[in-house]
């Protein structure tokens, strides 16, 4: 059983902004389990009391859950001084408690998932899950089957050890070439650093899945939107086997 503030679930549920739900709940405008509640630091069971404001009732929920398409040119951190964050993109009453998944390149592009449920972030990101991450790339160069036999090998990306098994997918293959590349980890710039030991640049990155969560085809760069609750059921259970 959770117990949580009345002021902040009331501003966690959209109700507004804490010194806005603290003028409600003194205006008496809210209710607890029927009974008016003037008592904004009170503790409540999040599961179980029903708490209305202006006779509706509020929902409440522990973790949020967005999936963003991040465009190119913002950075996959809470703040910066030059560019514009991943969390410019994200429109929540709790936006300071969310944070990234993991980290997408400045100018890379697609999923990535936005949330304050530290527990699944870590599961996600734990080296020892190899939770698989896909991305659809353009390529400078030939992509080869030797390259993709490379990427199931391995590849000497300057760390202690190869990169695990990554399955290469060539999609197109000419002067531009187009390919899916899955890997299990995540090291800095992996993708561009495995193409980079065969020769190759990468010209475009773009993540398409992280575990089980696709990136909505419907959302545009820049755009987001909640995950399901099917989505994250799926990523609980998958980063729970994976
Ligand atoms: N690999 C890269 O090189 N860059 C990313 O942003 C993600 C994976």
Redesign the pocket.
Known sequence: MERIRLDKLLAAGGAGTRSEVKSFIRKGQVTVNGAVCKNADGKVDAQNDVICLDGQPLTYTEFEYHMLYKPAGCVTAARDSRYPTVMDYITSARKKELFPVGR??LD?EGLLLITNDGNLAHRLLAPGRHVDKT?YARIQGETTQEDAVRFREGIDIGEDRLTMPALLEILTAGPVSEVRVTIQEGKF?????MFTAVGKQ?LY?K?LRMGSLVLDGGLQAGGSRLLTQEEIDDLRKGALHE
């Not at 710039?189 to 650093?193: L, S």
């Open positions: 997408l390149d890379t991305y710039h992996q993708v561009k650093r990468v990155l993540r």
